[in-house]
């Protein structure tokens, strides 16, 4: 006989784990040694008809010669069934980091990955053996257990790819989300609420430790989900926790950070696990007792952090505060800063300013003034042995760039933001972004053929669209400002699409411009001082004219390199662009009153049009602002592009670094709602998935074959159903075909994760109540008019179409123009002259009637009366 064994306490990758060890040991069953926690019991309760697991009572020990023991190689972890130990031949699975005292197997499969379930499916994959969705399904919980979602410290590359290997033959998403996000039982939460009442940091090497302690009368299952929900409540670097229940203290580790093993700390007390989660119980103490052994043998399990001397840069750039404002600003274009220390003649630091503190002070002729005049005086600093993440949580919480690091009253370095973000790309920290655009290198014959194909695009445009750029470059030269158009305008007009997203960037005053402009287009003028734009509305009758123009004030100067004279010509355009988002969008059109005189293009996006990529300009792009990614893919969608090869990196790297999941929700909800508008929307959903940002966008949702042929059929609606189209949102359409096939539960937990506006709320949680029902209605071989009408009755247009899209599109059209409209020629005072006494019996004999007509058997009153009246005498009787 052949048994596969886990640990006593059996977790989701023990159970996982040896699921899957049966796909390799097809006859050997699997004996749990003890209890398993309440989350892997629920799982194999849940699955119970899909497997068989025995105690210890029900095998004859005798019989056994081979174990396979899965996620432990700690005898004492194995109950009852380590007396087999000497006498069988021992196989062994395990992630944990080895120990001296481990049992020594015939066969060992042991790496430091974040779940034994990973080492299982790899195996699987290797050798090619067939895998159920089930049991695919219990490797990928367990990966997703012990990882935290691929999120945990300790995660491989390796759990990844076994992921992916189990997605791709079947596991699903929607068990493993299950599992992953349980509620806190009654008593978890009380305990829950204790620990959160007696916690304390302690310092161990210069980190910071949270060290809790609670005490119950009874034992409380699943201590380690209670510290994992305290976790998400209040993130912390590491925490231990120690609890009392009945006559034992359990002790439980968690660690975020790479400084501090909780496997090691737990060790001491006889437990085990891995650096980022481990556990321990104890006999003989009190949790007091416990809580102060448990902060004596810390010190066993955490080294020093990195602190701020070994994260920040030095010597630092400082300008004396009494000198004037104009040198402070040489020094940074010179050395590339948008900070500077400002300090006294002792080299105290007395302030902080800023590459805008000093613009806007020339813009007021103050260039002369004294540094002290502008800078911010409450200097934030920290001291050289802050921990880098208390750094961190600083700029954070405070939205400040750049963190001063003082001792004994002296400056001895700086922190930006950029040493903290690479800090979480790897070291060393990059001291600028790195630029993933080469300046346009064409031979200059070739160039000003592009540009030459650029112009006559422009003059391609429409009529009105030629007159409103001549128009903008007459009254620019008028002002004396160098006036572009920029951005989507420019690239679809080079593409040869209709674009009436008017934008227009100033080198000079914008709003005075604006003014201007507007006076001789006849539009009105709304400012927007704080920064420096203005909205130009035109009332314009011309489809092929915009609405509204907006306008932008680009900044003044700046500096190629260090030294160099401040070009004028270009220079702040060349600024203002390197703010958008993708090389595409980086275009600009110089305008004159004969029409555009010149394309203006830094970053290399008409070679990136003509190859069909979207290419973000540095590295860091989709960190500063996550969304990007979500406009990368909808760009790339929509002209049929590809991601260039070094943005789809950084795409793949921000996604899986969690910098989606750091969005607000409403910002992820808006960029949701562009790319469901766009045509054959699905296609980008699948490009989203492919990068797997699709998961933070709408976790649990899959695009199945007929989840895309929904969504590709959806755009056909306005014409196959162009009365209920009209007053539609077809958006909210698409949406509904991405979360029909959901549960209920599901569906309406990720319609309130959008925050959708009331009505669209609304709207959506009516249609994925009751869309089935109504499915088999208007799909039931025989209709039922007056069950759909009753049913359908205050549904929104867009259920409604999506019974059209789901096969029920003559039955909803017929409900739509006719029988929604029926009405009875009787009325409740007919029903009453018939001897009804008033109340429901006459609403309900009506119902009766109303069914009937809908039939077509009581067409006129007179019918109508005689049935209401046999329905009368029915009740009578």
């Known amino acids: 006989m052949q048994i596969i064994v886990p640990h006593t306490n059996t977790d989701l990758d023990a159970i996982g784990a040896a699921i899957g060890a049966q796909v390799l040991y097809p006859k050997a069953q699997i004996v749990l040694p003890g209890t398993a926690n309440p989350m892997a019991a629920e799982f194999i309760s849940l699955h119970r008809y899909n497997l068989r697991v025995y105690r210890v009572k029900d095998i004859d020990l005798t019989q056994v010669q081979r174990a396979i023991v899965v996620d432990t190689a700690d005898a004492a972890r194995l109950g009852p069934l380590r007396t087999l130990l000497p006498n069988v031949e021992l196989h062994l699975y395990d992630h944990h980091p080895a120990e001296a005292a481990d049992l020594q197997g015939r066969l060992e499969v042991r790496a430091p990955v974040g779940a034994t379930c990973t080492l299982i499916a790899e195996l699987i994959e290797e050798a090619g053996a067939p895998l159920t969705p089930f049991q695919a399904t219990a490797l990928l919980v367990g990966i997703y257990a012990d990882t935290g979602s691929l999120s945990l410290l300790g995660t491989t590359d390796r759990d990844a790819r076994a992921a992916g290997f189990l997605l791709s033959r079947g596991a699903s998403l929607q068990a493993a989300a299950r599992f992953m996000e349980v509620s806190l039982s009654p008593a978890q939460q009380t305990l829950l609420q204790q620990l959160q009442n007696r916690g304390r940091w302690v310092n161990v090497h210069g980190a910071r430790i949270l060290l809790l302690v609670a005490e119950v009368p009874e034992y409380v299952g699943g201590l380690n989900l209670v510290v994992h929900r305290l976790m998400e409540l209040e993130p912390v670097p590491a925490l231990f926790a120690a609890v009392r229940m009945d006559d034992r203290v359990h002790l439980v580790g968690r660690s975020s950070v790479p400084w501090v093993d909780a496997a090691r700390v737990m060790a001491r007390f006889g437990g085990g696990g ?353 969304t990007r990614l979500l406009r990368a893919v909808r760009f790339a969608h929509r002209y049929g592009f590809c991601l260039e090869r070094e943005t789809e990196a950084c795409a793949r790297r921000a996604i899986a670094e969690g910098f989606l999941g750091r969005v607000s929700r409403e910002r992820l909800r808006n960029e949701l709602l562009l790319l469901l508008q766009e045509p054959a929307c699905g296609g980008a959903l699948q490009m989203l998935a492919d990068l797997g940002g699709l998961e933070d966008l709408l976790p649990g949702v899959g695009l199945t074959p007929e989840v895309l042929s929904l969504l590709d059929a959806a755009d056909g609606l306005p014409e196959a159903e162009p009365e209920i189209s009209a007053g539609s949102r077809l958006w909210l359409v698409k949406l509904l075909v991405l979360l029909h096939p959901l549960p209920l539960n599901q569906g309406a937990a990720l319609v309130k994760r959008l925050r959708l506006k009331r009505a669209e709320s609304q709207a959506c949680l009516q249609v994925l109540a009751g869309w089935r029902i109504a499915h088999d209605l208007v799909t039931a071989p025989r209709p039922d008019p007056a069950a759909i009408v009753a049913h359908l009755d205050g549904w929104p247009p867009e259920g409604l179409l999506l019974l059209h899209l789901l096969g029920g599109g003559d039955r909803v059209a017929t409900y739509w123009r006719t029988w929604r409209h029926i009405r009875l020629d009787i009325t409740g005072a007919d029903v009453r002259a018939l001897g009804v006494p008033p109340g429901p019996q006459v609403g309900r004999i009506l119902q009766r009637v109303l069914a009937a007509r809908l039939s077509g058997e009581a067409p006129d009153r007179a019918a109508q009366l005689e049935l209401a009246r046999r329905h009368a005498a029915q009740q009578e009787e």
Do not use: C
């Open 274 to 626: 891995h650096p980022a989660a481990a556990s321990a119980v104890v006999k003989g103490l009190s949790v007091e007792e416990a809580a102060e052994r448990l902060e004596e043998v810390l010190p066993d399990g955490v080294e020093r952090p990195l602190m701020a001397r070994d994260v920040m840069s030095a010597p630092v750039k400082t300008i004396l505060a009494r000198k004037p404002i104009r040198d402070a600003e040489r020094l940074m274009l010179r050395h590339g800063h948008t900070g500077l220390p400002v300090v006294d003649e002792q080299g105290r630091v007395v302030g902080v300013v800023s590459l805008r503190d000093v613009e806007k002070a020339r813009r007021h002729g103050l260039e002369h003034a004294p540094v002290k005049s502008v800078m911010r005086s409450q200097v934030i600093a920290v001291h050289p042995d802050t921990p880098a993440d208390e750094v961190q949580e600083l700029m954070i919480e405070r939205d400040i760039g750049r963190v001063p690091v003082v001792a004994d009253g002296n400056l001895v370095g700086i922190i930006t933001r950029s040493d903290i973000l690479g800090l979480i790309y790897g070291a060393p920290p990059p001291r600028w972004h790195r630029r993933l655009y080469a300046a346009p290198d064409m031979p200059k014959d070739l160039r000003d053929k592009a540009v030459q194909a650029a112009l006559e695009a422009v003059e391609a445009a429409p009529a009105g669209i030629r007159a409103l750029l001549r128009t903008a470059g007459r009254v620019a030269e008028q002002e004396g400002v160098a006036v572009y158009a920029v951005g989507g305008f420019v690239r679809d007009l080079l593409l040869g699409r209709p674009n009436l997203d008017f934008d227009i960037v100033v080198e000079g005053d914008g709003i005075a411009f604006a003014h201007s402009l507007a006076r001789a287009l006849g539009g009105r003028v709304q400012e927007v001082p704080r920064f420096g734009t203005a909205h130009i509305y035109l009332d314009a009758d011309d489809p092929d004219l915009p609405s509204r123009i907006d306008v932008a004030t680009a900044r003044r100067e700046f500096y190629e390199h260090a030294a160099a004279l401040p070009r004028v010509e270009h220079a702040d355009l060349h600024e203002d662009l390197y703010r958008r988002d993708f090389s595409i969008n980086a275009l600009a059109i110089r305008l004159g009153s004969a029409g555009p005189s010149g394309l203006i293009d830094f970053f290399g996006g008409l070679k990136d049009l003509a190859a069909g990529q979207v290419r973000i300009l540095h590295t860091l792009s989709f960190v500063e602002d996550p």
